[in-house]
């Protein structure tokens, strides 16, 4: 494991110094796949062995393989794919679908990672014959299923699979596992959702929770899935596609304020044994208007990256990594996240949220984890987003809303508010309707109304895109021509903070009232009306990119080429601290700070 350690900070060092580099896509990197084309030719002078190495150090729910490959005609552009279940090749994919049954490939099913031999073997290629033996390393997590590894040549535009290996699997595959947190709909409740592979009707699940000094409680949980014909389009429905498993959140209720709680999830079976997961341990929440020291992590587009190196990582998302770690590391230093939008970035592969739920575990299995919707989660074509767009590759809202509870009425109108002490947070869905006279703008506005500035002074407004930065689908709205029915509101209720993701970077401007900058002031903003901060911070962990997201008059800080978060911290009712902090070093490279006094 510490062989695997030193190389992954190696690896990172290099990708780190290269952000600028990786081309800005929709697709995702298993997409490079032609998996419909695979022709299976089994090679009995090929073999491929895979055999565990040990379970990660803080965890029993991953686990580090060893993959060997021996070749009698070694190529460059061979590769291993990582599938779960180990059974990958039958021509069933398109049974819950209504494509044609009759040109189904053997191979229907694509895997959840892959590496190229060559890659950390650079022995492994034609002019080495006498060197055909390749060694990989893979790390899997428990996904309520065996694992297999295939060896493919051709590459992976005309994939031949030539090898397959033995089955592995986890001890307990149905375990209860990957639980993130939420607020509920009342400041003293707090949701856990996590996943297992035990249905309703063979296990009732539930969690037990308790503080120092009290008795035992027990939640019951409710249980919901979703199957293909749920998705909307390719790759969800074909390709793309794995069984999610069973989903199930439960309230913990009439929590007492700002105390800590240890939790654990069960699930009693039918002879009625216990299968627990670990102990996991949260802090409620404070009261409403409560004055004490108060600290907010928001970020968007985050996604998810692969710390084995494999070419997901590697050509998609090395940040994701960075900051995970960074907010893992500083657990003790702040109380809420607030993830808006962009979250596993699956893109219709639906293995990849396991792993986006695994990675964030430290951190969302022990404070709240708040999201909003991206283009991510819901674009598609004649889907009910806004903007016709193929982002979710078919996915159009199912799995996000599936596997992560927010505090809203209706889940697929999924715009909501909740309170953290000192905090009223306003969270819209930009992929639906914002303007004038609609459903969401109208609850917009009460949302804004309904804060007592006295009791909550920090009103915070947050969405996954800049109000106006689409229009049917086409980047057109940018800047200053955020619209005008939305500037109102901002102005009207005195918004302190709004915040965006996708564009990856982080931008800032000045505070806006009436479309200009209030003042010359860049660091410090007092006053009962200072304007609303307009502030960018979608460069968690995708692909940085230099598009600019606000008017150039506005600007007073940006950061157009490396991986970072926001941080509030609001220390009483008339002081607030904004800053923005670089995900590889975790140094502050841009603050401000709003005094105000109702």
């Known amino acids: 494991m510490e062989t695997t350690n030193n190389l992954l900070i190696i690896f990172l060092l290099l990708v780190s110094n290269s952000f600028v580099t990786f081309s800005v896509t929709n697709k995702h990197p298993l997409a490079n796949i032609a998996i419909h084309k695979a022709v299976i030719d089994i090679q009995e002078s090929s073999s491929i062995t895979a055999y565990p190495i040990d379970f990660d150090d803080k965890r029993d729910d991953i686990l580090w393989i060893n993959v060997e490959v021996e070749s009698a005609d070694p190529s460059e552009d061979d590769w291993v794919g990582v599938f779960s279940p180990a059974k990958f090749n039958g021509s069933d994919c398109y049974r819950e679908s209504d494509l044609d049954m009759m040109n189904a490939p053997h191979i229907c099913t694509a895997p959840i990672k892959y590496k190229f031999v060559s890659y950390p073997t650079p022995d492994y290629a034609p002019d080495y014959v006498k060197r055909r033996h390749g060694v990989l390393q893979f790390e899997i997590i428990n996904q309520r299923a065996d694992f297999s590894f295939a060896l493919f040549t051709g590459g992976v535009y005309s994939p031949k699979l030539i090898s397959v290996s033995s089955p592995l699997s986890f001890k307990t595959p149905k375990a209860p596992l990957y639980p993130h947190l939420a607020q509920g709909k009342s400041w003293d409740q707090m949701a856990v959702t996590w996943t297992s592979g035990y249905s309703i009707d063979e296990a009732i699940p539930f969690v037990e929770y308790r503080s120092a000094g009290r008795g035992r409680n027990l939640s019951h949980a409710g249980t919901v899935t979703f199957s293909r014909s749920k998705l909307c389009g390719e790759p969800a429905v074909t390709f793309g596609w794995r069984d999610p498993g069973f989903i199930h959140t439960s309230f913990l209720n009439k929590l007492w304020p700002n105390t800590m709680y240890d939790y654990r999830m069960g699930h009693r079976l039918v002879n009625k044994s216990i299968v627990w997961s670990k102990r996991y341990r949260f802090k409620s929440s404070p009261n409403p208007g409560h004055d004490s020291l108060q600290r907010v992590i928001i970020f968007g587009d985050m996604g998810k990256g692969e710390r084995d190196g494999s070419y997901d990582m590697y050509a998609y998302q090395p940040g994701s990594l960075m900051t995970t770690d960074r907010l893992e590391n500083d657990l003790k230093n702040y109380d809420i996240v607030f993830h808006i939008g962009n979250l596993a970035r699956a893109r219709g592969y639906l293995s990849q949220w396991d792993q986006f739920t695994a990675q964030i575990q430290p951190i969302a299995s022990t404070k709240p984890y708040m999201t909003a919707s991206g283009s991510d989660e819901q674009d ?18 199912v799995p996000a809303e599936t596997m992560f509870y927010v505090p809203a009425k209706h889940r697929a109108k999924s715009w909501y508010s909740t309170d953290y002490g000192m905090f009223h947070f306003c969270i819209a869905d930009s992929n639906l309707d914002l303007s004038e006279g609609s459903e969401q703008y109208a609850w917009i506005e009460k949302c804004f109304a309904s804060v007592d500035k006295q009791k909550q002074p920090w009103l915070i407004f947050a969405a996954n895109h800049v109000p106006g930065h689409f229009i049917d689908g086409k980047d057109v709205l940018r800047g200053r021509y955020l619209d005008e029915p939305m500037l109102k509101l901002w102005h009207k209720y005195n918004v302190d903070i709004a915040f965006y993701g996708g564009d990856h970077n982080y931008e800032r401007s000045c505070a806006v009232y009436e479309n200009q900058c209030v003042s010359m002031e860049r660091d410090n903003y007092w006053g009962s009306k200072t304007g609303t901060i307009h502030v960018i911070v979608g460069g968690a962990g995708s692909q940085v990119y ?18 970072g978060f926001g941080k509030l911290t609001a220390f009483n009712h008339s002081l607030l601290l904004f800053e923005y902090i670089k995900s590889r070093d975790g140094l502050v490279y841009d603050s401000f700070t709003i005094s105000r006094d109702y």
Do not use: A, K, P
């Open 380 to 397: 598609y074509f004649n889907s009910r987003s806004t903007y016709r767009i193929s982002d979710s590759g078919g996915e159009c809202g």
């Open 546 to 563: 230099n598009n600019i997201g606000l008017d150039r008059d506005w600007l007073v800080y940006e950061d157009l080429i490396d991986f």
